[in-house]
């Protein structure tokens, strides 16, 4: 492999083969990654320590960015397959009303009108209706197994198409009687799914609609296949898949060598928010340059992948390593934040009618149910969140005075709601305390997930003020502790370069070039 030193990145600056195996196994393991830490400054490299490099520049050719494509398209269908229990594919369908969909159907309904009129004809002209036949058997002969020698030779001696032709001649071909073996033969093979189709071709008399209806149903089984193979390797591919992935993306990074320049800006984001927090807690100054060498390459890391629960995924674009994660991971911070308002929501309301409340769990579940409804579609435009929020708490007004009214209790007077519905709007506002003070805390959580030893298998304890959200965030958490486990054993040796360079190789370039005496 070419993450153990037998071949190496391009334009990347490595250690020694020990050191860079014993790094990357330190990554992709989970364990801590500052026992590593002398890989970063080993004086061992074969290569220069500079981040310069002195080699002209390379160009891509047409063909190595079309492999490029075809590499990360493969790895990401690999991907997908093997972490996504529900992926299949499923036919396209063309809109009925849409310029394509009415193209294919003229198209379709004339050949079949003309194969009708072949048919009906004095003598009939068999010839379309041969071939069908021909296209049929190869289809039925794709479906078997390679030891189902018996049937394949079956299918191949009733399909014999010379045969068929010689009929023909002599007006002695049976067309419905192949049609009927036809829809025998796809009972056997097909999935029991089909059973109803099978069954409503065997109640079909017309025989162009029949051989339509037969190519309709071997369509849908041909998928069926498909699907049934996707589910079979499966298994396979997610024991092979780390070591697929990475194999994948370092040809992609020898193709292109710019395929890491989105990765290294993320993640040198988080060195500078370190750096700038060191500095700024630091007592003396010119902290932020002596400090780079002791920041944690786990701790940058992790507020790496923290930085992706806040993501604007529809205008800045995703690191070219969590791309085949980009779905999952837009979809999971969409549901975080509805989880925050209604965290959000629930703390408000606690602190502001918790006393007359207090003792209702009842009421606290369905005023969660009713925010998780009002939210429905947050993320999507156009959707007004004021006037969600601000629906939501006149209606959280209604439920609680209903509670109250029922237990005898003296309802909540004008003021209190208007305050109530006040804070409630507020929350899409910029610098929210509710809101920040929310957030914080699920960062919290979700960078605990991330310090977790993958073998640990129970969650840490939920902060304050999330218990009425716990079973959702521990859900998400999992998810999310997945996504970035799995994305730290692929990519692991890539972020170690990257690190490498970033904490270790700048700056000792710069001790050097500050003690180099001026000419």
Known sequence: MPFNGEKQCVGEDHPSDSDSSRFSESMASLSDYECSRQSFTSDSSSKSSSPVSTSPPRFVTFDEVMTAARNLSNMTLAHEIAVNENFELKQDAL????????????????????????????????????????????????????????????????????????????????????????????????????????????????????????????????????????????????????????????EILEETPSALDQTTEWIKESVNEELLSISETALTPGAENSSKSSLSPTVVLNNSYLKLLQWDYQKKDLPETLVTDGARLQELTEKLNQLKIIACLSLITKNMVGAVTEGFPQLADRLKRISAVLLEGMNKQPFNLKEALNSIGLQTCVEVNKTLTERGLPTLNAEVQANLIGQFSSIEEEDNSIWSLIDKRIQLYMKSLLCLPSSQKCMPSVPGGLSVIQQELEALGSQYANIVNLNKQVYGPFYANILRKLLFIEETTGKVNASSPPN
């Open 95 to 250: 809109p009925e009303n849409s310029l394509a969909g009415r193209v294919k159907h003229i198209v379709h309904q004339a050949f079949w009108d003309v194969l009708e009129s072949e048919l009906n004809a004095d003598p009939p002209e068999y010839e379309h209706a041969i071939k069908l036949f021909e296209e049929i058997r190869e289809i039925l002969l794709s479906f078997l197994t390679p030891g189902g020698n018996r049937l394949r030779n079956q299918i191949c001696e009733v399909l014999d198409t010379d045969l068929i032709r010689q009929q023909a001649e002599h007006s002695a071909v049976d067309i419905q009687g192949l049609a009927n073996y036809v829809i025998s033969t796809m009972g056997k093979l097909c999935a029991p799914v089909r059973d109803d189709d099978i069954r409503e071709l065997k109640a079909s008399s017309n025989i162009v609609e029949l051989l339509r209806q037969i190519f309709h149903v071997l369509d849908l089984m041909k998928m069926d296949m498909v699907n049934f193979t996707i589910r079979s390797i499966r298994p396979h591919l997610q024991r092979q898949l780390v070591e697929y992935e990475r194999t994948k993306f370092q």
